[in-house]
């Protein structure tokens, strides 16, 4: 009967068996060379970062140095020894792993603290690796504290973890904490080459450099899907191409996804559904087409002021602002879609969104043409001399007065109260005025006031304002007030006023309005 042979995957194939192996930790991995050559590495220590960048590797290969009997140069294990042997055969008794996220409990910590006080049997050191150590309960962090802050000599702790916020902070305080770095785009294609070329693998610059920006910075999800396109090519001996890999990451062909960007660009919606539809049917999932999206914006975002040359630019004769615009819809089109339960409509309605806004210029651009039809139309706010009289209207109104009565009686009593108090008159004829007013800040009622005269009247009306200030006519209130003191001086000086005053001495005299009117 055939031994069945036991199948390796590539992150455990090549896995780093020395720390001159390890890829992309250079700040990690002298720290630990020099804490080893000088005998002074903590007796606690947390490795952190995010997913498959060596951190489980890490705490394994400095837990076989420590346990090395004739480690070379004191930094690596020296593989030949029988505390080696035994590590590499998983069946070390001084190295004890535990994964905390299936032992969480306060009893499995217990374990742990009794077995502490025994010495090593193959190796210099006792250590405890504790994988994802953030999973264990608050019991169980309480009941590692002293043992923790004090352990035998003979005792190392090396803790692993994504999410060191969740770790509390008597237990790092107590530890020497050192955060793995994800890994470069650089660091991950060389290692994925370096593979293909020790597997046999026929792949492409393209096809690797997909593989290495779906891992972001992870290895070990690189090495995973590398597998698995191995997997796919190898029994066709078909090449890694970059048409491949996306096919099997699930990502929008590149040519397609020009296309999509094109459609978008020119606002031309029903081609961009019609692309998005035929994604849908090649089972490319909403999700990805807006990653995609996001990633084709950055490039062209980067392309267009110039951060990297090498980048390809997918829209085409679009400012920075509009790719701005576009990235802020798809971004939260993108959160939309990961929340709804209806994700592939989420996404056209993403694209209907891009569609209508991407030919809708700058908002600079919009703002200046804004302006010039202001000024096209109409000559408010500018100190130029106004048209020959005679190109103006002929209006009924013949007055300014008359024009205050017939506003009146449109009923707009904010315009009314406009034309009383904040506009002086310098020049009045049928369809033109010359005024300055109290207040600069009331130019729009001029504007309210043309298009009234407009809307209501069918009359083009002209409005020069006038900046002096040597001649200020009275506005209509002032006027009015003028008169009305007027009125009161010639009801004082009457004789039957003066009598009343001198009869009553010292009362209080009130002329109403009335009274006056009464005497006019």
Same mark, same amino acid.
């Given at each position: 009967?055939?031994?069945?042979?036991?199948?390796?995957?590539?992150?455990?194939?090549?896995?780093?068996?020395?720390?001159?192996?390890?890829?992309?930790?250079?700040?990690?991995?002298?720290?630990?060379?020099?804490?080893?050559?000088?005998?002074?590495?903590?007796?606690?220590?947390?490795?952190?970062?995010?997913?498959?960048?060596?951190?489980?590797?890490?705490?394994?290969?400095?837990?076989?140095?420590?346990?090395?009997?004739?480690?070379?140069?004191?930094?690596?294990?020296?593989?030949?020894?029988?505390?080696?042997?035994?590590?590499?055969?998983?069946?070390?008794?001084?190295?004890?792993?535990?994964?905390?996220?299936?032992? !969480?409990?306060?009893?499995?910590?217990?374990?742990?603290?009794?077995?502490?006080?025994?010495?090593?049997?193959?190796?210099?050191?006792?250590?405890?690796?504790?994988?994802?150590?953030?999973?264990?309960?608050?019991?169980?962090? #309480?009941?590692?504290?002293?043992?923790?802050?004090?352990?035998?000599?003979?005792?190392?702790?090396?803790?692993?973890?994504?999410?060191?916020?969740?770790?509390?902070?008597?237990?790092?305080?107590?530890?020497?904490?050192?955060?793995?770095?994800?890994?470069?785009?650089?660091?991950?294609?060389?290692?994925?080459?370096?593979?293909?070329?020790?597997?046999?693998? #026929?792949?492409?610059?393209?096809?690797?450099?997909?593989?290495?920006?779906?891992?972001?910075?992870?290895?070990?999800?690189?090495?995973?899907?590398?597998?698995?396109v191995a997997s796919f090519t190898r029994s066709t001996g078909e090449a890694m191409t970059s048409a491949v890999v996306e096919r099997i990451l699930g990502r929008p062909p590149k040519e397609?996804?020009?296309?999509?960007?094109?459609?978008?660009?020119?606002?031309?919606?029903?081609?961009?559904?019609?692309?998005?539809?035929?994604?849908?049917?090649?089972?490319?999932?909403?999700?990805?087409?807006?990653?995609?999206?996001?990633?084709?914006?950055?490039?062209?975002?980067?392309?267009? &002021?110039?951060?990297?040359?090498?980048?390809?630019?997918?829209?085409?004769?679009?400012?920075?602002?509009?790719?701005? $615009?576009?990235?802020?819809?798809?971004?939260?089109?993108?959160?939309?879609?990961?929340?709804?339960?209806?994700?592939?409509?989420?996404?056209?309605?993403?694209?209907?969104?891009?569609?209508?806004?991407?030919?809708?210029?700058?908002?600079?651009?919009?703002?200046?043409?804004?302006?010039?039809?202001?000024?096209?139309?109409?000559? &408010?706010?500018?100190?130029?001399?106004?048209?020959?009289?005679?190109?103006?209207?002929?209006?009924?109104?013949? !007055?300014?007065?008359?024009?205050?009565?017939?506003?009146?009686?449109?009923?707009?009593?904010?315009?009314?109260y406009f034309l009383k108090r904040d506009i002086r008159v310098h020049g009045f004829t049928s369809g033109h005025i010359e005024c300055s007013l109290r207040n600069s800040a009331d130019q729009?009622?001029?504007?309210?006031?043309?298009?009234?005269?407009?809307? $209501?009247?069918?009359?083009?009306?002209?409005?020069?304002?006038?900046?002096?200030?040597?001649? #200020?006519?009275?506005?209509?209130?002032?006027?009015?007030?003028?008169?009305?003191?007027?009125?009161?001086?010639?009801?004082?000086?009457?004789?039957?006023?003066?009598?009343?005053?001198?009869?009553?001495?010292?009362?209080?005299?009130?002329?109403?309005?009335?009274?006056?009117?009464?005497?006019?």
């Open positions: 009967m055939n031994p069945v042979s036991s199948y390796k995957v590539f992150a455990r194939t090549y896995r780093p068996k020395a720390f001159g192996e390890v890829l992309g930790q250079d700040v990690a991995v002298r720290i630990f060379q020099n804490a080893l050559k000088q005998n002074t590495l903590s007796h606690a220590i947390v490795l952190t970062g995010i997913r498959g960048i060596g951190k489980t590797t890490s705490a394994r290969l400095l837990a076989k140095t420590l346990c090395c009997l004739d480690p070379v140069e004191h930094v690596d294990p020296c593989g030949q020894c029988s505390s080696c042997v035994a590590f590499d055969r998983e069946q070390h008794t001084d190295i004890i792993e535990m994964d905390a996220a299936s032992h !969480t409990g306060v009893d499995d910590v217990r374990d742990i603290i009794e077995g502490v006080s025994y010495a090593p049997t193959y190796g210099r050191y006792r250590v405890y690796i504790i994988d994802e150590v953030h999973m264990l309960s608050k019991n169980a962090f #309480n009941a590692l504290l002293k043992t923790l802050e004090e352990p035998p000599a003979h005792a190392k702790f090396i803790f692993a973890t994504t999410e060191i916020s969740k770790v509390p902070e008597t237990i790092l305080s107590r530890c020497l904490q050192i955060e793995l770095r994800s890994m470069s785009m650089e660091t991950i294609l060389n290692h994925l080459n370096t593979i293909c070329g020790t597997e046999g693998l #026929n792949a492409d610059l393209d096809g690797l450099s997909l593989i290495a920006d779906a891992a972001q910075g992870s290895m070990r999800d690189a090495l995973s899907v590398l597998e698995k397609e996804l020009k296309d999509l960007c094109t459609a978008i660009k020119e606002g031309n919606l029903i081609h961009a559904i019609e692309i998005t539809r035929s994604f849908f049917n090649h089972n490319i999932e909403a999700l990805s087409i807006a990653k995609s999206l996001l990633q084709a914006l950055h490039q062209s975002l980067c392309k267009t &002021i110039g951060v990297f040359e090498g980048q390809e630019l997918f829209f085409q004769e679009l400012s920075v602002s509009q790719l701005n $615009r576009l990235w802020s819809i798809v971004h939260q089109s993108l959160q939309e879609i990961i929340s709804s339960p209806l994700p592939k409509e989420s996404c056209e309605v993403m694209m209907i969104r891009l569609c209508h806004v991407s030919d809708v210029p700058p908002l600079k651009q919009l703002i200046q043409d804004i302006e010039q039809k202001i000024n096209n139309v109409q000559s &408010i706010g500018t100190s130029e001399v106004a048209p020959p009289i005679s190109s103006h209207v002929k209006s009924s109104i013949a !007055t300014f007065e008359r024009l205050v009565e017939w506003v009146e009686s449109e009923r707009h009593p904010d315009l009314s729009h009622f001029l504007r309210q006031l043309k298009q009234l005269l407009q809307d $209501r009247r069918n009359e083009t009306w002209t409005f020069e304002l006038v900046h002096t200030t040597t001649v #200020n006519p009275a506005t209509l209130h002032e006027k009015r007030q003028e008169r009305e003191a007027e009125e009161k001086n010639q009801v004082l000086k009457s004789e039957i006023v003066q009598h009343a005053i001198q009869t009553f001495a010292g009362a209080t005299l009130t002329i109403e309005k009335s009274l006056i009117e009464l005497d006019a």
